[in-house]
């Protein structure tokens, strides 16, 4: 089964709108770290936003916030006033714990095929 | 100047040749990654070290090496370079395994 899953190959939103993104992820471990990552057409990758499964409140930074549903295992991204310079590339990745101790599988950050994100003027 | 560094941005060579990836953080990160992406799969994990002395094989480390040189250089290599490893190549930091990756520009790769 995947470890991450991205439904949405590619969305087309008019700018200024809200847009969300979805994520769906496959954990039987208790802690684990979710993460999104944008990627411009310049192929740079950018860190937006971070959840921990321990973290009550949903993560938000700026106009990106979480939308954690942990029972559900989902962890969609959504994009507040959406912006021409929002089109990009979207990646949603998990990192699974518990991260008191270091192996493979907690340095590993297991990515989603990704979501590409057109906002139309 | 940016964080996380890698030279060449991009590169083209021919099957059978061996080449090398580079890079340098100034993050002062111990943990350094290098990742691929292929169109439609995401990015894997070829290699990630956690200091000079322990490095740690990725999930598609076969056909590659590296080397950590010092705590800020991290170096990927292609012993003999073959068609299906065209794709791009990131480095990328952190400073826990809490912490999200810092990365580099990537580095295009073609093997014709």
């Known amino acids: 089964a995947q470890k991450i899953t991205q439904t949405q190959p590619g969305m087309f939103v008019q700018e200024k709108e809200a847009v969300t993104l979805d994520c769906t992820y496959d954990?039987?471990?208790?802690?684990?770290?979710l993460f999104w990552y944008k990627q411009p057409s310049s192929g740079e990758m950018i860190f937006l936003i971070y959840?921990?499964?321990?973290?009550?409140q949903n993560a938000t930074e700026g106009r990106y916030s979480l939308n954690f549903q942990k029972a559900r295992k989902s962890a969609n991204l959504v994009i507040s006033a959406s912006q021409l310079g929002d089109s990009a590339m979207y990646f949603c990745?998990?990192?699974?714990?518990?991260?008191?101790?270091?192996?493979?599988?907690?340095?590993?950050?297991?990515f989603g095929t990704g979501t590409r994100l057109t906002i139309i003027p | 100047d940016a964080d996380v560094t890698q030279t060449p941005r991009n590169r083209i060579t021919k099957t059978g040749k061996r080449i090398m990836l580079e890079c340098s953080q100034t993050?002062?990160?111990?943990?350094m990654y290098w990742y691929r992406q292929d169109p439609g799969l995401g990015l894997q994990l070829i290699y990630y070290?956690?200091?000079?002395?322990?490095?740690n094989k990725g999930e598609i480390s076969d056909g590659y090496s590296v080397s950590r040189q010092a705590q800020a250089k991290f170096s990927l290599s292609l012993e003999s370079a073959i068609p299906n490893q065209t794709a791009l190549y990131f480095c990328?930091?952190?400073?826990?395994?809490?912490?999200?990756?810092?990365f580099g520009n990537g580095t295009r790769l073609t093997v014709t």
């Open positions: 990328a930091t952190s400073d826990s395994n809490r912490a999200p990756l810092h």
């Open positions: 959840q921990g499964s321990y973290d009550e």
């Open positions: 070290s956690f200091d000079v002395k322990d490095i």
């Open positions: 993050k002062g990160h111990d943990r």
């Open positions: 990745a998990m990192r699974e714990g518990p991260f008191f101790i270091s192996n493979f599988g907690n340095e590993k950050l297991t």
């Open positions: 954990t039987s471990d208790q802690s684990y770290g």
